[in-house]
Nanobody, 115 residues
Framework: QVQLVESGGGLVQAGGSLRLSCAASGSIFSFNTMGWYRQAPGKQRELVAGITSGFSVNYADSVKGRFTISRDNAKNTVYLQMNTLKSEDTAVYLC?????????WGQGTQVTVSP
């Protein structure tokens, strides 16, 4: 099993920035992907960004140029730097860890962007 602990959510004004962190612990395999989904009320869960243990990254089109994902493999931690936040970025952000066994999720952290 893998446990994920997220931090860094909160309330911010439009145009502001937040940085999310997610630390994984437990049975961690060297080859994995970590990243973030988000889910807003009444909307489907959306993949925001992912990064492999080899540092390949992918982003949702809606966040390209504004969000940056990074990771520290020694700490099994993934980060999401979110800049130029918009009200439509308001959601619960859920960290994920994925390897050959499947996908594990954190509890989520709320990000609220006020107009």
């Amino acid at each position: 099993q893998v446990q994920l602990v997220e931090s860094g959510g909160g309330l911010v004004q439009a145009g502001g920035s937040l940085r999310l962190s997610c630390a994984a612990s437990g049975s961690i395999f060297s080859f994995n992907t970590m990243g973030w989904y988000r889910q807003a009320p009444g909307k489907q869960r959306e993949l925001v960004a992912g990064i492999t243990s080899g540092f390949s990254v992918n982003y949702a089109d809606s966040v390209k140029g504004r969000f940056t994902i990074s990771r520290d493999n020694a700490k099994n931690t993934v980060y999401l730097q979110m800049n130029t936040l918009k009200s439509e970025d308001t959601a619960v952000y859920l960290c994920f860890y994925r390897d050959y066994r499947g996908e594990f999720w954190g509890q989520g952290t709320q990000v609220t962007v006020s107009p």
